[in-house]
């Protein structure tokens, strides 16, 4: 059975890789390819890729400027290169309280997706291989969960999170972003498909336990899952804005979004904040396209995941 | 499966323990906090030492309070920080009021004391030591928005202030031989002057109507009124009509650029010289100079334009003040802590250079740094207009208690006025049917 699920993905991004450079998707139907078609669809794919490169590019050009240039000059064109000065000037400006927010980011995104992931994988293999009653149930409510958006629990959670005296610490942050019913979707649908019984039930016999069995044979099946589950959930809390907003009032503790938000806020009466806005917003995607460029090969494979059952 | 289901019912339990203990603690706090703050009732000092906190969005608000916590070791503040106010923290600051956690002091601009206090979230300051007397320390209209023109209360202390005055291009005036303006009939002539020489005079503002109320002020207007219970909303009031009706028709003979404000195209207006003047406060000081730094030595500073030749009168665009929470336990400390910041030389003069904060004490209008020639006004010491203009306010404009709805509501019918569907005083009329309506959704008395 999970041989049978997992050839075809690697077979299909074979074949989706050979064929990348000269197959428009629009036209899989034969050798003869339709050239109208496949233009269109290059010239849709150009349009995209222009609209959503053309803001990083505008970001690139805009944070290399300095600032009397930065109104004066072309806004999609470098004027002098002083992207080194105002990296300098963000590392000493207020101690470089910015990189802490770097560092605070890439804690609540990397550890909380981490666990995050482990608790949903969890979750997951339970719902798919464990039959117990209100299984079900229990499932349904996760399901209902990825309905309900995570601004709308943001409040609730700061009252919540104020009568055990939590606000403004890390854990109200980092709590909340432990949960991802998406994850645990996806991993009860992943290890229902992708992990034989008889596998398990072989692990019982040679004497492992339910805790081993799930590290040792169960998470290594669904890896391809649990990547997808660790990606969607560091991008969330990476992005996550409302949370840290309203849990957050001690500077040290904020995420990169927050202090940036902080900053932009005060722009038209500070304007030197502008330029550290700027190029504090370029630092701050690297960390996102590292994580992609490792990830992605996972992610591509995930996002496919039970999509063919 | 029996297994799973003693773990599920010792789960469930735990979870129950974790609620239960989350209950009791909250209710056993609130009893507390209520008995504190029943003994502070009169503002008495506490004894041994005490720790405050106090949330400001100001960036470098640490440093100076690092000053008062190093000269009393026995009050002790804490910075907390966020977004400006509309951003996001005045929207903490009702959470934190429901939630029973505000901070002991908080930074609130003028425009929203109102609500905070409609909402019931400040402590009258009245009854602390030294605070009433204070009064004489700040500029006359200052005080007004802080007591809401109650004589035996003071709802925050002022912090800063934007007296308007007007910014202009010395040398494209001069060059083109056109008179400074001194009223706004003088003004509207020299758009006309102005725009023949393919400039605009300034830029209207669409969406940022604070300025515009500014303009308001100036005239004499304002836009609410409070008798003790009852609001009166009048945004079409006679003055209020004069200014709208005024910029609609320099916007309607295009004498007036009308750049959204604040973005790149407004900077560029004022940087390759196409806008010569802009009305503002002291604090706009900085933003030409980062906005339009290829100008840097041909601006100068000259009193607001007025309606009537031979008049003194100026508006104010902008202004917070330190508020003390219901809730806080040491309402004297923070009073204290409150004045220190607001009125000494040394926090007053921490404050302008980190956040170019205009003081709203007499006495911080008179620091050195204030004195000084600026260079990129031609080295006029343009400070002195603005402390004359800080002296010409009226103690009369009141701000409602939703003015991020009335800004919003005004600003979409602005927006549309200068796009050429309907009229400045029309937006206003719009605002003012809209405004009322939010008051009494929130059940605040309106009088009609």
Redesign the interface.
């Known amino acids: 059975m999970s041989t049978a699920l997992e050839s075809p993905a690697p077979a299909r991004s074979r074949k989706a890789r050979r064929s990348a450079g000269n197959t428009a998707p629009t036209a899989p139907t034969g050798p003869r390819e339709n050239p109208f078609a496949r233009s269109g669809a290059m010239l849709v794919m150009g349009v995209f890729t222009l609209y959503f490169l053309v803001p990083i590019w505008w970001l690139l050009v805009a944070a290399s400027k300095s ?2 240039q ?3 000059t072309n ?1 999609l064109w470098f004027a002098d290169m002083s992207i080194v000065q105002n990296i300098g000037d963000l590392v000493a400006y ?1 101690d470089g309280v910015y990189f802490r927010w770097l560092l605070n980011s890439v804690f609540y995104a990397g550890a909380g997706a981490l666990l995050a992931t482990v608790i949903a994988g969890m979750c997951g293999y339970a719902l798919a291989k ?3 009653p209100g299984r079900e149930v229990i499932f349904n409510v996760v399901l209902g969960g990825v309905l309900v958006p995570a601004t709308a629990l943001a ?1 609730p959670l ?3 999170f ?4 939590l ?2 610490t890390y854990w109200a942050v980092f709590l909340p972003s432990l949960v991802s019913p998406f994850g645990v979707y996806l991993a009860r649908i992943y290890a229902a498909a992708s992990v034989p019984d008889e596998l398990i039930e072989a692990a019982r016999l040679d004497g492992a336990g339910e805790v081993r069995t799930f590290f040792t044979v169960a998470v290594r099946l669904m890896f391809p899952a649990l990547v997808t589950v660790f990606l969607f959930q560091f991008v969330a809390i990476w992005n996550n804005f409302f949370l840290p ?2 849990m ?4 040290a503790l904020f995420p990169v979004t ?1 202090g940036l ?14 330029g550290y806005v700027l190029i504090g917003a370029l630092l701050s995607i690297i960390p996102l396209i590292i994580t992609f460029l490792l990830l992605q090969r996972f992610w591509r494979n995930g996002l496919g995941t039970g999509s063919v059952k | ?1 029996r297994m ?2 003693r773990a599920a019912t010792v789960a469930l339990l735990s979870v129950a323990a974790v609620g239960l ?3 009791s ?2 209710d056993s706090s609130p009893d507390s906090s209520g008995d504190a703050a029943a003994a502070v009732g009169d503002c008495a000092p506490s004894t041994g030492k005490v720790d405050l ?1 106090f ?1 400001s ?1 100001i ?2 608000m640490e440093d100076v309070v690092a000053v008062w916590n190093e000269q009393n070791p026995d009050i002790q503040v804490a910075v ?5 106010g509309n ?2 923290t005045y ?2 600051f009702f ?2 009021l ?4 505000a ?1 002991d002091l908080g930074q609130i601009e003028y425009d929203a004391l109102p609500n905070f206090r409609v909402q019931d979230g400040l402590m009258d300051l009245a009854a602390c030591d030294g605070v009433l007397d204070a009064q004489e320390d700040f500029v006359d209209w200052t005080w007004g928005q802080v007591n809401f023109g109650e004589a035996d209360a003071v709802y925050a202390i002022p912090q800063d202030s934007g007296p308007m005055a007007m910014f202009y291009r010395a040398d494209l005036f001069e060059a083109n031989n056109i008179a400074i303006p001194t009223t706004w009939a003088e003004y509207a002539t020299a758009a006309e002057q102005v725009r023949a020489t393919g400039g605009y005079i300034t830029n209207f503002s669409q969406s940022d109507i604070n300025q515009f109320a500014g303009l308001v002020w100036q005239a004499g207007g304002t836009w609410f009124q409070n008798d003790g219970t009852d609001w009166t909303v009048d945004l079409t009031s006679a003055e209020s009509t004069k200014v709208a009706d005024y910029w609609q028709d320099l916007v309607d003979r295009d004498l007036v650029s009308v750049n959204p404000p ?1 973005t ?1 195209e407004w ?2 207006a004022y ?2 010289g196409s806008d010569w003047t802009w009305n503002s406060a002291a ?1 706009g000081a ?2 030409i ?6 100008t840097a030595g041909k601006w100068a500073v000259a009193p607001s334009p007025q309606w009537e030749a031979g008049d003194a009168a100026s508006g104010n665009w ?1 202004g917070s003040s330190t508020a003390v929470f219901k809730g806080s336990e040491h309402p004297y400390e923070a009073a204290q802590f409150a004045l220190w910041l607001n009125t000494s030389d040394e926090s007053l003069t921490l404050l302008n250079k980190s ?2 904060l205009y003081p709203a004490a007499k006495s911080g209008l008179e620091l050195p740094v204030l004195k000084e020639g600026v260079a990129f006004y031609g080295d006029q010491p343009i400070y002195d207009v603005f402390a004359e203009a800080s002296g010409q306010v009226s103690a009369d404009f009141v701000w409602g208690p939703t003015m991020t709805q009335t800004y919003n509501d005004v600003s979409d019918g602005f927006k549309a006025a200068v796009s050429g569907q309907g009229t400045l005083s029309e937006a206003l009329a719009t605002g003012q049917d809209s405004t009322i309506a939010a008051l009494e959704a929130q059940a605040i008395p309106v009088k009609k």
């Open positions: 600032s009397s930065f109104t004066s806004p207020r464990y039959r117990f409040l700061f009252l919540i104020s009568q055990v005296n606000t403004n907003l309203i957050l009032r001690d500077e927050l938000y902080s900053w932009n806020s005060q722009v038209n009466q500070i304007p030197e904040l502008r | 499966m799973n289901k203990a989350g209950c603690s909250a906190t949330t969005w960036p470098g907390q920080t966020g977004p400006n951003g996001g929207q903490n959470n934190q429901k939630a029973g956690n901070p604040w790149t900077d560029n940087n390759t604090w900085n933003s100079m980062s906005g339009a730094p290829d902008g956040a170019n």
